[in-house]
C-alpha cells in the first residue's frame, strides 16, 4: 500500500495524484501493518458496553481492556490491534457542540489502536507509528511533529534515535497534554502525541496543541506506566502497557488530501444524498453546518441502534432522542418539513457495511426506529420552534439576553426539545438560557411525580434513647438476615420494635418476608408468637435491616421475644411464578423481535405481571402468539433454576447475565439462569423450575412512551382462571347464536355489520327529518337590522351531523345568519354560518357569534368566519340562548 493523496502533495509538491487511498483501505492498512508484526487483530468491542455499567457508550479503544490495565483480567495474548467503533456526547469526552461547526469532530468516529500487555514498550510503540505514517502512507516527515510528557526523557530520546524526525519536531508538553489517566487513582502514565501540520508554508511549529485544525493531532501514544494511590502518589507498575489511538476520520482527510473530514468517502455520499433529498447545496455555512450535524448524527443513531439501543426518555436512550431531534431541527434549517434522516441509512449502510456488517444486516430495522422517531417529534417542532422564536424576539425587544426557565421547560416538557437544543439555538441568537431556574422546575417535577405515586412509609433508625425511633436490643445485628430464597418461614428473634397508631413496627434479625424491589412487591404473612398471632401487612427497610408493619394483637411482642415469621405461601409461589415468567418472556422478546429489546420496568403481583421493555412497533397478534408459545414451551421444557448468589460482578459478566445502564451493581450479585435460554442479574425470588409457571397467557400489549412497550400476562391458576372465564363466554356465545365455536366470531361479526347498516339507515332518516326542519325554518327567517336570520333547534344523532346541516343552510341561506343547536348524548351542540357578503360588508363572524351563544350555554366554541362550531353544558337553556340571537348579532354589528 504505497500510493496514497494529501493535501500537502497537492499544493506543495504540485504533482497529480491519480489515486486516492479509500477509508476501507486506510483501515485495512493499519490492522495488516500491525498483524504483521505480532498483533492479534480483534473485533471492536461493541458500541453499547451491556458488560460495563459505568459507561453510556463506548468511547475509546481501550474500555475492552480496562481489566488488563485493572490487573482484574488477562487475554491469551499481549499485543492486539483493532478499529473501535466509539460514541463520544456526554460526560467527560462530549464532541457534541463542536460538531458541524468544525469539520474534524464527531460525536461517531473509528479509534484505530494497537495495544501491548506488558510486551513491547515505548522503542516499538514510536519506530512503528513513524515507520507506519511515513514509510507506509508516505506522509512528509518535515510535516509531523511529536510531543512527549515534560519529564518523559525515555520517550524523547526514542523518538530522536529510532525515528530520522527532525529533532526540532520534538516537543515537551505538561500533564494537560501529555499525561493520560483512567481515573483519579488507578492506572497512569505519559503520552506522546503526533501532531500533523497542515499550514501552507508548512511552519506550524508554533500552533501544536493550540487546537487548531492547522495543526492536528492525528496519533495518541500512550504509555500506562504508573498506579495512583488515593494520595496522588505515582508508583510504577511491574508490567507497562501501549495503548494507542488514530482517528480513522482524521486520518483519512490526511491521506486523501481533503480540509475537511466530511469531503471524505465516509461522509461525502451522505452529505450527497442529504442535497438530493433537500433540493440544497453543500454551500454556505448555515447549510454546510447543518448537512454535516445531520450526516454525523445518523452515524452515531444508527451504530447505537444496530447494537442494541433504543431511543427512550432514560440514559443512554434519551442521548440518542436529543441526537435524533438535534438532527431534526437542523434539516428544518435545510427547509425540510418530512422525515428524512431515516433515508441516510442505507447509503450509511454502503459506505460502512464491509467493516460493519451489522449495518447492512439491521438496516431496515434502523431506518424504522429513526422514522418512527423523526414522525413523532414532527408533529411538535414546528409549534416548538415558532414559540422559542416568539420568546426570543420578545426577550431581545426588551433588551434581555436570558431566556427564560419556565419557557425552556415548557418546550421541554411540553414539546419535546432537549435542554441542550434550546440551549444551542438560544447561542444561535446571542442568548443564554436560564439553567438554574430550569433546573429547579425539573426538580419540582420530579417531587411532584413522587408525591403522586406510591409513597412507601421510608423508616430511620434513632437513638433509643430518644423516644422517638426504636427501642433495639443492646447487641441487635446491623443487618437481617434474608431466608426467604430458599424457605417460606423461620423461627426470628425480635430485635427492634416501634408502636404507632394503628401498627406496630417490628425489626427481626432474620426474616423470609422479601422486601420490594426490582418490580417484585413485598410479601405479606403471620407472625406468631405463642398463642398470638400478628398479621403483616406490609415491610420496607431501613439500612440493611428488615421493618415488618404488622395490625396489633389481643398480645403485645417483647422486645428480644421469639416469634415464628411465616410468609403468605399462596400469595408468594404466584409472584415467584409470575417474576420467572418475565425472565422468559424477557428471553422471548429479545429472541423473536431483536437484542434491541431491553426491560424498561416491571412489576410481579401475585395476580399478574407488567413487563415494559424497548421496542418501535406495535407488536401484531401473530408474533404475540409466537412469543406464548416459546414461553409456554419453555414452561413445559420445566428447566431447572439456577441461582447463582453472592458471586464476584466479574464471574457474573463472564457468564452473559443481561446488565443495563444505570443499574448499580456491587461486588458481589446474584444471577437467576434457567438453561441457556435466560441469564439475568436479578434479586428476586423464583420457582425452582419453569415447569411451576403452569402456563402463561398475554391479556393485554401495548404502548406507554415513545419507543417503549408494555405486556401484561397471567401465569398458574390465574391463567386457568382467565381460560375457564373466556371457554364459558364462548359457549354462551354459542347459545344465543346458535352456532358451532368456529362459527361464533363470523356469527358477531356479521350481527355487528348488520347493526351498523341499520344505524346507517336511521342516520339517513333522521337526517332527511332534520333537512326537512331546516327548510320550514330557511321560510320562515327572523330579522335583526335588515340582516337575515334562520334559527332553530334540530334532531340529530351527532356534532359532525349538525355541521352538515349547517354547510346545507349556507347553501340555501343567499344573505343572511343561521344558528342551529342540537342536544346530543346530554350536551349541547352549535353551529353557525354566516354568508360572504356579510363577512366582507357588516364585519360579521359566524366563531364570534356562536361563542356568545355558547356562553349562556356554559360553553364556548369557534371556527372559521362563514362556519363555526360549538358546545354547551346547560341543556335547559337552549331556547334562552336562541331567542338571544338577534341580540347578538346587533351587539356585533354596532361593533362593526
Request: aromatic share 8%.
Amino acid at each position: 500500500m504505497t500510493h496514497c493523496g494529501g493535501i500537502f502533495f497537492l499544493t506543495i509538491h504540485a504533482r497529480i495524484v491519480q489515486y486516492v487511498i479509500k477509508a476501507n483501505e486506510i483501515r485495512k492498512g493499519f490492522l495488516q501493518f500491525f498483524e504483521e508484526r505480532g498483533h492479534r487483530v480483534v473485533p471492536s468491542a461493541p458500541v453499547i458496553p451491556y458488560d460495563d455499567p459505568t459507561l453510556l457508550f463506548t468511547n475509546a479503544g481501550m474500555n475492552q481492556f480496562k481489566d488488563v490495565f485493572l490487573a482484574t483480567g488477562t487475554r491469551d495474548y499481549v499485543r492486539a490491534a483493532d478499529s473501535q467503533k466509539c460514541i463520544r456526547v456526554s460526560g467527560k469526552h462530549n464532541d457534541l457542540e463542536e460538531v458541524g461547526k468544525d469539520t474534524y469532530h464527531h460525536t461517531f468516529f473509528e479509534m484505530l489502536g494497537n495495544w501491548s500487555f506488558g510486551d513491547y514498550y515505548k522503542r516499538e510503540a514510536i519506530q512503528w507509528a513513524w515507520e507506519l505514517l511515513t514509510g507506509v502512507w508516505q506522509i512528509p516527515k518535515k510535516r509531523l511533529w511529536a510531543t512527549v510528557y515534560e519529564t518523559d526523557d525515555e520517550a524523547e530520546l526514542f523518538w530522536k534515535t529510532v525515528t530520522d524526525i527532525d529533532p526540532s519536531h520534538v516537543l515537551k508538553f505538561g500533564a494537560k497534554d501529555n499525561f493520560w489517566e483512567m481515573g483519579e487513582t488507578g492506572p497512569c502514565g505519559p503520552c506522546s502525541e503526533i501532531h500533523i501540520d497542515l499550514t501552507p508554508d508548512g511552519n506550524g511549529g508554533r500552533l501544536v496543541n493550540a487546537g487548531t485544525p492547522l495543526v492536528m493531532e492525528i496519533w495518541n501514544l500512550v504509555f500506562i506506566q504508573y498506579d495512583r494511590d488515593e494520595k496522588g502518589t505515582l508508583t510504577e507498575l511491574p508490567a507497562k502497557h501501549v495503548d494507542t489511538g488514530m482517528g480513522l476520520e482524521r486520518l483519512v482527510a490526511v491521506l486523501q488530501g481533503k480540509k475537511s473530514n466530511y469531503d471524505t468517502d465516509l461522509f461525502a455520499p451522505l452529505i450527497d444524498e442529504i442535497c438530493a433529498l433537500t433540493g440544497k447545496t453543500y454551500e454556505g455555512e448555515v447549510h454546510q453546518i447543518a448537512m454535516r450535524v445531520v450526516a454525523d448524527h445518523v452515524r452515531a443513531l444508527s451504530f447505537a441502534i444496530a447494537g442494541g439501543a433504543m431511543p427512550s426518555n432514560e440514559g443512554r436512550g434519551y442521548v440518542l432522542r436529543r441526537l435524533l431531534r438535534r438532527a431534526s431541527r437542523y434539516a428544518r434549517q435545510l427547509g425540510v418539513h418530512k422525515p428524512i434522516i431515516h433515508k441516510l441509512v442505507p447509503p450509511l449502510a454502503v459506505i460502512m457495511g464491509d467493516a460493519y456488517p451489522e449495518l447492512r444486516e439491521k438496516s431496515a430495522h434502523i431506518s424504522r426506529v429513526v422514522k418512527g422517531e423523526e414522525e413523532n417529534f414532527t408533529a411538535t417542532l414546528d409549534r416548538g420552534l415558532n414559540i422559542f422564536e416568539s420568546v426570543a424576539a420578545r426577550v431581545k425587544d426588551t433588551g434581555g439576553n436570558v431566556f427564560p426557565s419556565d419557557e425552556a421547560f415548557k418546550l421541554y416538557d411540553t414539546f419535546g426539545f432537549p435542554l441542550d437544543l434550546t440551549e444551542l439555538m438560544a447561542r444561535e441568537q446571542s442568548l443564554t438560557v436560564d439553567l438554574a431556574g430550569f433546573q429547579l422546575l425539573m426538580a419540582e417535577q420530579k417531587e411532584r411525580a413522587r408525591q403522586a405515586g406510591k409513597e412507601k412509609f421510608v423508616l430511620t433508625l434513632e437513638d433509643a434513647s430518644s423516644g422517638s425511633g426504636f427501642t433495639l436490643l443492646p447487641d441487635a445485628p446491623s443487618k437481617t438476615e434474608f431466608t426467604g430464597y430458599d424457605v417460606l418461614e423461620n423461627a426470628a428473634a425480635v430485635i427492634g420494635l416501634k408502636r404507632g397508631d394503628g401498627t406496630e413496627l417490628v425489626i427481626l434479625d432474620r426474616t423470609p418476608f422479601y422486601v420490594e424491589a426490582g418490580g417484585q412487591v413485598d410479601d405479606t404473612g403471620t407472625l406468631y408468637a405463642g398463642a398470638s398471632e400478628f398479621r403483616v401487612v406490609d415491610v420496607a427497610k431501613s439500612g440493611d435491616r428488615v421493618v415488618h408493619v404488622i395490625e396489633p394483637g389481643s398480645a403485645e411482642l417483647r422486645l428480644g421475644g421469639q416469634v415464628h415469621a411465616a410468609v403468605d405461601q399462596e400469595r408468594r409461589r404466584a409472584i415467584m411464578r409470575n417474576h420467572s415468567a418475565t425472565h422468559l418472556v424477557h428471553a422471548a422478546l429479545r429472541k423473536l423481535l431483536g437484542t434491541h429489546v431491553h426491560q424498561a420496568g416491571s412489576l410481579v403481583e401475585p395476580g399478574r405481571l407488567r413487563f415494559d421493555f424497548t421496542h418501535f412497533e406495535k407488536i401484531d397478534e401473530s408474533t404475540q402468539r409466537d412469543i406464548e408459545a416459546l414461553v409456554n414451551e419453555k414452561i413445559r421444557e420445566n428447566i431447572r433454576l439456577q441461582h447463582h448468589r453472592n458471586i464476584p460482578f466479574e464471574e457474573a459478566k463472564k457468564m452473559g447475565a443481561l446488565m443495563f445502564f444505570g443499574d448499580k451493581y456491587g461486588d458481589r450479585v446474584n444471577v437467576v439462569q434457567f438453561g441457556d435460554f435466560s441469564t439475568e442479574f436479578c434479586g428476586g425470588t423464583h420457582v425452582k423450575s419453569t415447569g411451576d409457571i403452569g402456563y402463561f397467557r398475554f391479556t393485554s400489549e401495548g404502548s406507554i412512551a415513545s419507543g417503549v412497550r408494555r405486556i401484561e400476562a397471567v401465569t398458574g391458576t390465574t391463567a386457568d382462571e382467565l381460560i375457564r372465564l373466556q371457554f364459558e363466554q364462548v359457549e354462551k356465545l354459542q347459545r344465543l347464536l346458535n352456532a358451532k365455536p368456529a362459527e361464533v366470531a363470523d356469527r358477531v361479526a356479521a350481527l355487528i355489520e348488520e347493526r351498523k347498516k341499520l344505524e346507517k339507515e336511521l342516520s339517513a332518516l333522521r337526517l332527511g327529518d332534520a333537512k326537512r326542519q331546516l327548510e320550514r325554518l330557511v321560510k320562515e327567517p327572523k330579522t335583526a337590522d335588515g340582516i337575515k336570520l334562520v334559527i332553530g333547534s334540530l334532531s340529530v344523532a351527532s356534532p359532525d351531523e349538525l355541521k352538515d346541516l349547517g354547510d346545507a343552510l349556507l347553501a340555501q341561506l343567499g344573505s343572511g345568519v343561521g344558528v342551529l343547536a342540537s342536544v346530543v348524548n346530554e350536551k349541547v351542540a352549535l353551529v353557525c354560518v354566516v354568508t360572504d357578503d356579510l363577512i366582507s360588508a357588516k364585519r360579521l363572524k359566524a366563531g364570534k357569534i356562536v361563542g356568545a351563544v355558547a356562553k349562556i350555554l356554559g360553553g364556548g366554541g369557534g371556527g372559521r368566519p362563514h362556519l363555526a362550531t360549538a358546545g354547551g353544558k346547560d341543556t335547559t337553556k337552549v331556547n334562552e340562548a336562541l331567542d338571544q340571537v338577534p341580540e347578538i348579532v346587533r351587539s356585533f354589528l354596532k361593533g362593526a
